[in-house]
C-alpha cells in the first residue's frame, strides 16, 4: 500500500474574536456553539476590534471572559437598552447583546421590545433554551407546556401561569425590525444555518439597516435532566415544533444582501 | 431695596407673561430678579400666578407669604392677598372684573379698568399691560422705558406687530394712575 | 458671557450640553419635563445622541451604556422616576463608570405630588440602590449655582468615576433667575482608556459590577470605600451667611436654605446674632464644619422641605453639644420667609434643653398650629 502524500491544511482554530480559556459551561451546553458562531463571523466580517458586545444576566452572564472584544455587562434584561446607549454614542461601533430567555423574555421584555420598535440599530443574539438556568432551573417565559421545572415541579400547567412567549413572532411585528430569524443549535446542518443567520444580523447593523435579531433554540441537558444527546433530540422533537425556524421578518433591504 | 411683585389672575389672562416682562426689564436695569410660577396644586381652579423678587442684593426666597405690589386680575386673587399684603404695599385691582374695594387703609388700593381699557385699545388681552404700566407709575420699581424695551426684546416673534398696541395698553395704564394722583 | 434670564431646567440643561455631554437619554415627569424638551432640540442640533427612552429604567440603562461608552452622559427625573433607575444606579456604581444625573425633587411618596421637595435627600445622599455605594451629592440652591455644579458634576465624576447627583426642587427646575453660562467645552477627543471602544491594538476592555469572588469584591468595595474618603477629604464644598459672631446657627440646603437667608437677613436687622450654614455637597456632608459649628454658638435649628432627613446628619455632627432644632415643610408645601423668622425668634430666647427625638415632637406641634391658622 502506498501512502499518498497530503498537504496538511489547518481546517479547525479557534477564532481571534474568542479568547483562549475554558468555559464554565455545562458538557452538552450550547452557549458554546453559539458564541463561536459569534465569533467567527467577527472573525471573517474583520470587525472585532471595534465589537462591544452586551452580557446579559444568566448563563452566559461570564460571556466577556470568553469573547476577544470589549463587552459590559448589563443588569437583568437591559442590554438593549445598554447597547442603545452605547451605540447612540457610538454608531461607529458593531454593539450586540447576548442573551437567554428568562433575561430578554421575561425582565427584559420592554427593553427589547422598544429596541425593536425603534429600529435601534444593534443586532442581537438570543438564546432561547425555555429554562432559566444560572439560578438553578427555574420556569422560563420559553418553557415548554408540561415541562417540569423546579418552580413548575409538576409541569407548566398553562392554566395557571400561561403560555411560552414566541419572541421572534412577536419582535417580527415591530415596524422597525429589519432582520428577525429563528434557529436551532441542535445538529450541524442547523448550526451551519444558525451561523448563516448570524452573519446576516451583523451586515444587516453593517449597513446600518436597523434592528436585527437571532433566536436560537439550545439545550440546558443539566438542567433539563438529559444526557447531552438527549438534550439536542429534546430540542429537535419538542421546541423546534413550538418555535417553528425561520425568517420572521425580511425587510427589503435585508432580502438583497447576499451572504 | 427689594420688592416682591405679583401678579395673580386667571389662566389666559397673561400673568406669567407681565411678570417675565417685569423680570426681564429688571435684569436689564442690572437689578437680582427671580420669577417662579405657581404651578402644581396652586393651579387649580385655574388661577395663574407668578411672583417676580427685584432686588439690589442677591435674592434669598423667591417667594414671599407678604407681597409688596400685588396686580390682581381678578377677585379672587384680591381676595387672597389683601389679608397678605405688607403694610404700605400697593394693590393694583382690575376694576373691570372686581366688584369691590379693599378693607384695609394701610395698603393703597388703585382700581383701574383694565379689561375695559383694554378692549377700546382693541384687544382684551392687553389687560395685563395695563396693569403693569399703572403699577410702574403709581410705585418706582422700574422706568417704562426699561420695561417698553424687555417687552419688545422678549414678545414673541408672533406676537411683535402687536408691540404698538402693548406700549399703548402701559402708557394708558400709566396716564390713568397719574390722573387719578392728580384728582 | 452677560447675564440672562434663565428658566431653572433649561439652564441645567445648557449648562450640560456646554459641559460636554455627549448622551441624554430621559423619559417626562414632572416637574423635571423642561430638561428633557430642551435636550430634544438641543442634542440633535449639535449631532449628539438624545432619545427618550420607554421607562425610567431604559433610560438610565442607556446612560449607563453611553457612560461605558467613554461619553459624558446623563439623565433628569424626579422621585418616582429615580426609583425606578435605583436599580442601573448601583450598578453604575459597582462598574465605576462616571454619570450624572439631576433629581428635580418632587413631593411623595408613591404618586404624590408635582409640588416642591427636598424628601428625597435619604435616597440620593444615602444610595437608594443595593450595596456599598457612596454618590456624590451636590444641592444647589440658585439657578446659578445649579448651572456651576452640573459642570462641577461632570468633572467629579469623570475624577472618581463616580456617580453624582444633582438634587434639587421644582422651585428651582421652574424659576427663571438671572444667571451666567459657562462657554462652550470642546468635546473630549480620545476615550478615557478603561472604556468600551472597540479593542484595537489592546487588550479588550471589560466594565462589569460582578465580582464572583468575595475576596475580589471585598477589594473592589475597598477600593470604592477609600476613593470616597478621599472625596471626603477633597470635596466639601458648603456656604456660610452671617455665622462670624452667631449664636444661633440655621442649616439649611437647596432652596430652603435660601428661604432661610432671606429669614436670617431680617433678624440681622432685628439684632438678633443667627447666621446660616448652607451645605452645598450633602454627600459628602460637611460633617466637621458642622462639627465646628456647633462648638460656637448655643443652638441649631435645622429647616428642610421634609420631615427632617438631613437633620440625622447634623445631629450626628453636633454630637449632642448644643441643641439641635427642627423646622420643615413637607407635602410639596415650600416654607416662606416669616415661618423661619419666627422660629429664630422662637429659638434665640430659648434656653430650653431637648431630648432626642423631641425635636420633631415639637416641630409637629408647631406646624400643627400653623396649618391650623391656615398657613
Known amino acids: 500500500m502506498v501512502m499518498e502524500k497530503v498537504d496538511l491544511n489547518l481546517v479547525y482554530e479557534r477564532p481571534e474574536s474568542l479568547t483562549e480559556t475554558t468555559t464554565h459551561y455545562c458538557p452538552g451546553c450550547t452557549h458554546g456553539t453559539a458564541h463561536r458562531l459569534v465569533a467567527e463571523v467577527l472573525d471573517e466580517m474583520g470587525i472585532r476590534e471595534k465589537a462591544i458586545g452586551v452580557a446579559p444576566v444568566g448563563c452566559s452572564v461570564f460571556a466577556y471572559d470568553y469573547f476577544n472584544h470589549d463587552f459590559v455587562e448589563a443588569a437583568h434584561g437591559r442590554a438593549p437598552a445598554m447597547a442603545t446607549g452605547i451605540k447612540r454614542v457610538r454608531p461607529e461601533n458593531t454593539v450586540y447583546t447576548y442573551q437567554g430567555d428568562g433575561d430578554l423574555a421575561s425582565i427584559g421584555m420592554g427593553e427589547i421590545v422598544h429596541a425593536a420598535i425603534r429600529g ?67 445538529d450541524p446542518a442547523h448550526v451551519r444555518k444558525a451561523k448563516k443567520a448570524i452573519r446576516k444580523a451583523f451586515e444587516v447593523q453593517e449597513r446600518g439597516l436597523g434592528f436585527s435579531i437571532v433566536e436560537l433554540l439550545s439545550a440546558c441537558p443539566t438542567n433539563w435532566g438529559l444526557t447531552p444527546v438527549e438534550a439536542l433530540h429534546f430540542v429537535r422533537d419538542n421546541m423546534v415544533p413550538y418555535f417553528p425556524l425561520g425568517d420572521y421578518k425580511v425587510i427589503d433591504e435585508v432580502a438583497k444582501l447576499r451572504v | ?93 382690575n376694576a373691570s372684573l372686581i366688584n369691590r374695594k379693599m378693607d384695609r387703609s394701610d395698603v393703597r388700593g388703585i382700581y383701574i379698568p383694565a379689561a375695559r381699557m383694554a378692549e377700546e385699545i382693541g384687544n382684551p388681552r392687553l389687560a395685563n399691560m395695563i396693569m403693569v404700566g399703572a403699577m410702574l407709575a403709581a410705585e418706582e420699581v422700574l422706568p417704562l422705558d426699561v420695561v417698553k424695551e424687555a417687552l419688545e426684546n422678549h414678545l414673541p416673534e408672533r406676537h411683535k406687530k402687536t408691540l404698538p398696541m402693548n406700549f399703548q395698553a402701559m402708557d394708558q395704564g400709566a396716564a390713568f394712575v397719574k390722573d387719578a394722583i392728580a384728582a | 458671557m452677560a447675564k440672562e434670564l434663565l428658566k431653572g431646567n433649561e439652564a441645567f440643561a445648557e449648562a450640560a450640553v456646554r459641559a460636554g455631554v455627549e448622551g441624554f437619554f430621559g423619559y417626562p415627569i414632572t416637574p423635571a419635563s423642561e430638561f ?307 422660629e429664630i425668634r422662637r429659638i434665640n430666647e430659648s434656653e430650653d434643653a431637648i431630648e432626642d427625638g423631641m425635636e420633631k415632637v415639637q416641630w409637629l406641634e408647631r406646624l400643627e398650629e400653623r396649618i391650623a391658622r391656615g398657613e
Open chain 1, 120 to 186: 435601534e440599530n444593534i443586532t442581537v443574539i438570543f438564546i432561547n433554551n425555555a429554562i432559566y438556568g444560572m439560578t438553578g432551573g427555574q420556569m422560563a417565559p420559553t418553557t415548554l407546556p408540561g415541562m417540569k421545572t423546579t418552580s413548575s415541579p409538576l409541569g407548566r400547567d398553562v392554566e395557571i401561569v400561561g403560555y411560552p412567549v414566541r419572541m421572534a413572532e412577536m419582535l417580527a411585528t415591530a415596524d422597525g425590525a429589519s432582520y428577525v430569524v429563528r434557529q436551532s443549535l441542535h
Open chain 2, 1 to 93: 431695596m427689594e420688592k416682591s411683585i405679583i401678579v395673580s389672575g386667571f389662566g389666559g389672562q397673561g400673568t406669567l407673561f407681565a411678570g417675565q416682562v417685569l423680570a426681564y426689564a429688571a435684569l436689564d436695569a442690572g437689578k437680582y430678579v427671580t420669577w417662579i410660577p405657581s404651578y402644581g396644586p396652586e393651579m387649580r381652579g385655574g388661577t395663574a400666578r407668578c411672583t417676580v423678587t427685584i432686588s439690589d442684593e442677591e435674592i434669598g426666597s423667591p417667594l414671599t407669604r407678604n407681597p409688596a405690589i400685588v396686580l390682581a386680575m381678578n377677585l379672587p386673587s384680591l381676595d387672597k392677598y389683601e389679608p397678605l399684603m405688607q403694610p404700605g404695599g400697593l394693590m393694583l385691582a
Open chain 3, 36 to 342: 428633557l424638551e430642551y435636550m430634544a432640540k438641543r442634542m440633535p442640533a449639535l449631532g449628539r445622541a438624545f432619545l427618550q427612552a420607554e421607562s425610567e429604567i431604559a433610560a438610565i440603562h442607556m446612560v449607563y451604556g453611553a457612560a461605558c461608552a467613554g461619553k459624558r452622559a446623563l439623565t433628569a427625573t424626579s422621585g418616582p422616576g429615580l426609583s425606578l433607575m435605583s436599580e442601573a444606579l448601583s450598578y453604575i456604581a459597582g462598574t465605576e463608570v462616571p454619570a450624572v444625573v439631576v433629581n428635580v425633587m418632587r413631593g411623595g411618596p408613591g404618586l404624590g405630588n408635582i409640588a416642591p421637595s427636598q424628601s428625597d435627600y435619604n435616597q440620593m445622599v444615602k444610595g437608594g440602590g443595593h450595596g456599598d455605594y457612596f454618590p456624590i451629592v451636590l444641592a444647589p440652591a440658585t439657578v446659578q449655582e445649579a448651572i456651576d455644579y452640573i459642570t462641577l458634576a461632570f468633572d467629579l465624576a469623570d475624577k472618581y468615576r463616580s456617580l453624582v447627583f444633582i438634587v434639587v426642587d421644582g422651585n428651582l427646575g421652574q424659576m427663571m433667575e438671572s444667571a451666567e453660562l459657562p462657554p462652550m467645552r470642546e468635546l473630549r477627543k480620545e476615550p478615557p482608556e478603561w472604556a468600551v471602544y472597540g479593542a484595537k491594538d489592546r487588550d479588550p476592555n471589560i466594565l462589569t459590577s460582578i465580582y464572583i469572588d468575595p475576596p475580589d469584591e471585598e477589594i473592589t468595595n475597598i477600593r470604592l470605600l477609600k476613593r470616597w474618603m478621599e472625596i471626603e477629604k477633597n470635596e466639601v464644598r458648603y456656604k456660610e451667611y452671617d455665622l462670624d459672631d452667631a449664636e444661633v446657627a440655621v442649616v439649611s440646603f437647596g432652596v430652603a436654605g435660601r428661604v432661610c437667608s432671606s429669614a436670617v437677613k431680617t433678624a440681622r436687622e432685628e439684632g438678633i446674632k443667627v447666621g446660616l450654614f448652607r451645605p452645598i455637597t450633602v454627600a459628602p456632608f460637611p460633617f466637621k464644619q458642622i462639627e465646628a459649628l456647633s462648638k460656637r454658638v448655643k443652638r441649631i435649628l435645622v429647616v428642610e422641605m421634609n420631615t427632617g432627613q438631613m437633620l440625622d446628619d447634623v445631629k450626628r455632627a453636633v454630637g449632642g453639644r448644643v441643641p439641635v432644632e427642627f423646622y420643615g415643610r413637607i407635602g410639596g408645601v415650600t416654607p416662606f420667609p416669616d415661618e423661619i423668622l419666627d
